[in-house]
């Protein structure tokens, strides 16, 4: 079996202070990768000044098992922050190969409860700090012609889940962006796959069961992590679940649908409802890759 080494390469791992981030950092380090262990050092929900004790926690101990690794303490929801991480990067180690985008807060409430500042707060770290971490890595990996990303999302953002509108619009935005990245990048050997994650972290030590947290450690998420962001995984734009050992893809599928149009005739609601369970029937789905695809099933001849 070939082995996943990452001597040579240079990752980032935002979010990497804490949880699954620090558990992809200090094994991505052990297997040879130079890291940017990024963390702004916050509360689950955001809020407080900051630490610079999450990354340098981590970093430490990478040098303490023999790898090599840096800190940055920035922001991963400004435009600033997001150039700060990839300079600190290109500093330290010249280049970037591996981005993986997992800093997170939450700010659950229903809906209707769902104030617009604890709207803002996570749609800005979550999709917004994807684009702002994003941008200036993609260009440098377009320039090298490689690049691995992880991008997080969450079963929240493929299914949703009830609380959490606006951590799963943020999730759903991810695959949006990833689902655009994974063509843009296509020419130049940048893969951008998506995880979406269960495991037993401080933001979900409240949210699941004693029993079950502890089954659902960060270990079981980090091989396919680190499978994504290695030069054997050639495979971009695939949404993978991983948690305690469990591993499946997701994905946006198309009924075979139903043409009602006779000629030039427009249908009508009536017709509609009366072939909606022929519309909507998910026997044989389709798969696109990419939005012009559906021009292919309209029959516009
Ligand atoms: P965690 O709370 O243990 O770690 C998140 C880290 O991100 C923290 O160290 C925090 O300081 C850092 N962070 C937060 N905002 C930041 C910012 N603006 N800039 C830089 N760093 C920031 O959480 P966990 O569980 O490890 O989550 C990692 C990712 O996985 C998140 O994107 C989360 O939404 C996602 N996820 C986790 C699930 C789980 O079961 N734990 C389920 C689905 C998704």
Known sequence: MSKIDFSGKVAIVTGGGAGLGKDYALNLAKRGAKVVVNDLGGMRDGTGSGSSSAADIVVDEIKAQGGVAVANYDNVATVEGGEGIAKTAIDAFGKIDILINNAGILRDKSFVKLEESNWDAVLNVHLKGAYCVTRPVFKIMKENGYGRIVMTTSAAGIFGNFGQANYSAAKSGIVGLSNVLKLEGAKSNIKVNILAPVAGTRLTD?????????????????????????????????????????????????????????????????????????????????????????????SLQ
């Not at 659902?216 to 993978?240: A, E, F, H, Q, R």
């Not at 006779?262 to 519309?279: F, H, Q, R, S, Y």
């Open 206 to 298: 409240d949210i699941v069961p004693p029993q079950i947290f502890e089954k659902i450690k960060v270990d079981y998420v980090t091989p396919i992590v680190l499978y994504m962001c290695s030069d054997k995984c050639n495979d971009s734009g695939c949404i993978i679940n991983a948690g305690a050992g469990y591993y499946s893809k997701s994905a946006m599928a198309t009924s075979l649908g139903k043409n009602l149009s006779e000629g030039d005739k427009i249908p009508t609601p009536e017709d509609v409802l009366e072939n909606w369970d022929a519309i909507t029937d998910m026997d044989n789905p389709k798969y696109f890759d990419q939005a012009n695809d559906i021009f292919g099933e309209l």
